[in-house]
């Protein structure tokens, strides 16, 4: 929205505060609160598996979503296609698992949070790749 200052890299961290989009910060804790009052309601108004586990990604993924956000933009510009790279490695490693036959619970434990974590890396790149910030010269 404002983007006086997208590229600098010289704010500190109080101006980077100041210079959030608090409009779209409220946007997304007002639909992350909504998704957690609708799992609560599929899990018949009682606090279970789902809820737990939304609240749980909820709560650390939004502070990593501040904390990433405090980044100058051109550190993601740069390692964009490394991150790229990595995460078709990884994709295509769980590939050749899934059609060695073998359960891929038995080989990776936890390759649900795996791929949960691949996705992440995946939109990272993808914003990072195709929202480019030309700066004015």
């Known amino acids: 929205m404002f983007q006086r200052d997208t ?19 409220i ?20 606090i279970l598996f789902h809820t737990k586990s939304h609240f749980s990604k909820l709560a650390v993924f939004f502070p990593l979503m501040i904390f990433i956000a405090f980044f100058n933009i051109r550190y993601w510009h740069t390692f964009a296609y490394l991150f790229y790279l990595l995460i078709i490695l990884l994709l295509l490693y769980v590939s050749f ?5 073998e359960p891929l619970a038995n080989i ?26 030309i700066p004015k010269s």
Do not use: H, W
């Open 108 to 133: 990776l434990p936890c390759a649900k949070q795996k791929i949960f974590s691949a996705n992440c890396m995946i939109t990272l790149i993808l914003c990072s790749i195709t929202k480019r910030v």
């Open 97 to 101: 698992l899934i059609s060695s036959g």
């Open 7 to 25: 590229l600098n890299s010289e704010l500190s961290f109080f101006q980077k505060i100041k210079e959030m989009d608090y409009t779209l910060l």
């Open 27 to 46: 946007c997304i804790t007002l639909l992350s609160i909504i998704s957690l009052l609708v799992m609560y309601s599929t899990d018949g108004g009682e």
